[in-house]
């Protein structure tokens, strides 16, 4: 594997959970960064990255061939990061994972940047509810047909953006199974942070459904090296290609179970409160043998391992106001829907000390159409 030391990234999302962490990875492996972000969940999380690396505080739906200047790399991570956020506002999941993805793609391409690297998701492997009594692993070649919003949205851009590979540019996607693992900017929306959560507010450890649905896990870091491993790696293995990525697939249950030893060894206490009700649950598992072998992709960090690390960082930084709506995405952009509107009207909130918006630009804040959004924030 090829180290490229100095290269210029830019990290478009890189403010966000898996960016904040892939920008110290990055840092750490002598790369320089420029981060694009609207910043959504604020600047601070970036900690002391934050004078290392350079900021534009910009839409990725209004970029300028001057955001992509000197990068040799562009990993794209920005838009909306789950179910719930792309069915609250299903335009500006399009607007943001499709179309503005693609945009992205196509301009690092005219921007002579060599390589990009698109966060997918594992989520376009599931079917659905009902599906799942197939129970295999997947790769990336079984067929996809994707019924949610979210993952509908990753994997038409992916379809636009890995034909645009050529001599000279070498897309690849990821299909991120779902994240867990401390970051500075934390999200407990996800399964296993929400079990920590859980655990550190309640003592309690909810489980749906006797938890008996598969998913496809991965730590963040784990996560991060692999996009740093996707830059140095020899673009002609992975051009056009797509990797399923996940550390290993797990029964909810069974992580609930892992969570709890994990915690109890910690001093917390914890009981697990499992509904055994039955429903047809949406479960899927996939293999990451192809990033392991062509990446050079082999995860470190176990889901103990992780917990530990997790529990330690969340006293530290003091993420205990589990409640905020800044951890739950969903929960954050409707607080910051609502905001924009209440903004819109007079430019401020208590204090005139800022600028006004301009108008024309507002008052949206996921989607720009205002007319689309009134009466649904909040
Ligand atoms: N976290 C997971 O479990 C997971 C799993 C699979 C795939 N992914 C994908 O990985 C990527 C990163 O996920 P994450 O957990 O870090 O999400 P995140 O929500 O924490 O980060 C997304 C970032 O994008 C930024 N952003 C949103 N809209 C923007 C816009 N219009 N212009 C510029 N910036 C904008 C946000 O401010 C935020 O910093 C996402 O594309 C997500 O779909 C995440």
Not at 68 to 73: K, L, M, S, Y
Not at 90 to 116: H, S, W, Y
Request: aromatic share 8%; hydrophobic share 40%; with cysteine.
């Amino acid at each position: 594997m090829r180290e490229v030391p100095m290269k210029k990234v830019l990290v478009v999302g890189g403010a966000g959970y898996v960016g904040c962490v892939l920008v110290e990875e990055l840092l750490a492996k002598g790369y320089s960064v420029r981060v694009l972000d609207r910043l959504f969940f604020g600047r601070d999380a970036l900690g002391s990255s934050l004078d290392r690396v350079e900021l534009l505080t910009e839409d990725m739906r209004e970029l300028d061939p001057s955001h992509f200047e000197g990068c040799g790399a562009v990993i794209n991570l920005g838009g909306l990061s789950n179910d719930p956020t792309a069915e609250f506002d299903p335009r500006a999941n399009e607007e943001l994972n499709t179309d503005a993805a693609i945009r992205v793609a196509e301009m690092a391409r005219q921007a002579d940047v060599e390589r990009l690297v698109f966060a997918s998701s594992a989520s376009i492997y599931d079917q659905g509810v009902g599906q799942e009594a197939e129970d295999v692993l997947m790769d990336e070649e079984y067929p996809v047909d994707p019924k949610a919003a979210y993952a509908t949205s990753k994997l038409a851009a992916e379809r636009r953006i890995l034909p645009l590979a050529g001599p000279e540019f070498a897309p690849v996607a990821f299909r991120m199974g779902t994240v867990f693992g401390f970051s500075p900017r934390m999200r407990y929306d996800l399964v296993v942070n929400t079990f920590v959560k859980d655990a550190l507010s309640e003592g309690r450890i909810h489980v749906f459904y006797g938890g008996s649905m598969w998913r496809p896990l991965i730590d963040v870091k784990d996560a991060a090296r692999a996009y740093v491993n996707a830059l140095a790696c020899d673009p002609q293995l992975v051009r056009g290609q797509v990797f399923n990525l996940a550390a290993g697939n797990f029964r909810v249950s069974e992580l609930a179970l892992r969570a709890q030893r994990t915690l109890q060894k910690l001093g917390v206490p914890v009981e697990l409160d499992i509904d055994y009700s039955y429903r047809l649950v949406r479960s899927y598992r996939i293999t990451s043998q192809r990033a392991q072998r062509m990446l050079g992709f082999s995860p470190r960090v176990t889901v103990e391992e992780s917990i530990e690390h997790m529990v330690a960082e969340i006293r530290r930084h003091g993420y205990t106001d589990f409640s905020h709506p800044r951890y739950y995405n969903i929960e954050w952009m409707k607080v910051l829907e609502e905001a924009a509107q209440i903004v819109s009207r007079h430019g401020y909130v208590l204090s005139q000390l800022v600028e006004a918006p301009e108008p024309a630009r507002q008052p949206g804040v996921v989607s720009r159409i205002s007319s689309a959004r009134t009466g649904r924030a909040g």
